[in-house]
């Protein structure tokens, strides 16, 4: 029997490369746009990077305007002062440049400030493929893949429950993505591992969901391959330019990948670990990578077998049971290497983790993401697993 259809979506344009950026004024007179809203973050606004976008559009006659106050995961709140400032203006697009935070403002503010209502809305199981503004994605991480993918992440701040909202579908897939290795060359250790190990676990989720398909299994695997040479490289020298734009490529790849294969079980459980105790995403997915891949492996051994032989940790030969066990291995050691704390290492409140773990366990499953995971919890397994973070 042939395999089912898969749907595939990608951006309309894509320009990958040392340099990338500096091309924003040629691809926006491309697709006919003159009146950018640039989103990004204080950082990039305080370290020059945004100066430079925007001079290069004043070059070529576009005037740009920069709102620089989106925060670490953003919540309903946090956008609203971006959508005011592009309801109140004349802007045909969006840019978002910056990080997985930034990169998810942009698109909510897309789509929220051509339809007004509330982000709420259009949270999962709800996809959304109504029009938005234009968008152009400039990452400066290698590691959300944001720049190419249908989702962003909103934490829903309005109540008590902190619940970090997937919000999937066509609306938020950008229009064009400039993928510039020079914009990551500055970043620190703990972002580089943290975001490193995040597009690791795009790239095998997106290889063992149950969404997959022959077109996500050659990107997620390429990006594996790339990610297991370079990664740790990039971690500790920093000005390497061939790990950096490795890693960037990777960053991509895993990227179209898990946005057309969809995430699984890490990612279900990493969202409600970042908006109750504010780690950072790709922390989250390192934290519980280890743990949740060694409980999944029975379901798709096979599978997992086959990340092992990409990242190089075993030969052809070997049985599947072998080759996924060192991959769980390596899992493990990765995260001593890039020294990623756990809970406890990290400062959190472990009585509250306790408290919160039936909470989290039940967003998790809200999201639907664990559902595509090759062994599909329930509310106790995912449980067991946040308790088996903590000593």
Not at 232 to 255: F, I, K, N
Not at 319 to 334: I, K, M, N, P
Request: with cysteine; net charge negative; aromatic share 4%.
């Amino acid at each position: 029997m042939s395999a089912p259809v898969a749907t595939i979506a990608l951006p309309r344009l894509l320009r990958v490369g040392p340099g990338a950026a500096d091309e924003l004024g040629d691809v926006l007179s491309s697709l006919d746009l003159a009146r950018p809203l640039v989103v990004t973050d204080a950082f990039l606004s305080g370290n020059g990077t945004a100066e430079r976008v925007v001079a290069g559009l004043t070059a070529r006659g576009i005037t740009a305007t920069v709102f620089d106050r989106t925060r670490p995961d953003p919540t309903t709140s946090s956008i609203a002062a971006a959508v005011d400032t592009l309801t109140a203006g004349d802007f045909d697009c969006v840019v978002g440049l910056g990080g997985g935070s930034p990169m998810d403002t942009a698109k909510a503010v897309a789509l929220l400030g051509t339809t007004g209502r509330p982000m709420r809305e259009y949270a999962a199981p709800t996809v959304t493929d109504t029009p938005a503004l234009p968008l152009i994605a400039i990452p400066t991480t290698a590691g959300s893949g944001s720049e190419c993918t249908r989702f962003t992440i909103i934490t829903d701040d309005s109540g008590d429950t902190d619940e970090k909202m997937l919000c999937a579908g066509l609306a938020f897939l950008p229009t064009a993505a400039l993928v510039d290795p020079l914009l990551t060359m500055g970043m620190p250790a703990r972002l580089t591992a943290d975001t490193g190990v995040d597009a690791l676990t795009h790239a095998v989720e997106a290889y063992v969901s149950r969404k997959a398909s022959p077109f996500t299994d050659g990107l997620a695997l390429t990006a594996m391959e790339g990610i297991a040479r370079s990664l740790r490289t990039a971690y500790s020298h920093p000005g390497d330019h061939e790990a950096r734009s490795t890693m960037m490529l990777a960053s991509t790849q895993a990227g179209m990948a898990f946005s057309n294969a969809s995430v699984a079980l890490v990612h279900g459980m990493s969202r409600p670990i970042g908006a109750h105790f504010h780690v950072a995403h790709g922390l989250s997915n390192a934290m519980l990578m280890p743990a949740v891949t060694e409980w999944s492996v029975p379901a798709a051994t096979a599978r997992y077998a086959d990340c092992a032989r990409a990242m190089r940790l075993v030969g052809d030969g070997g049985s599947d049971e072998a080759a996924a066990a060192a991959l769980v291995r390596e899992l493990h050691t990765l995260n001593a290497d890039l020294a990623v704390p756990g809970p406890a290492e990290h400062g959190l409140d472990l009585v509250r983790w306790e408290q919160m773990v039936p909470t989290m366990a039940r967003q998790a499953l809200a999201s639907g993401s664990p559902a595509n995971n090759p062994l599909v919890p329930g509310q106790d397994a995912i449980e067991q697993l946040y308790r088996s973070l903590v000593p």
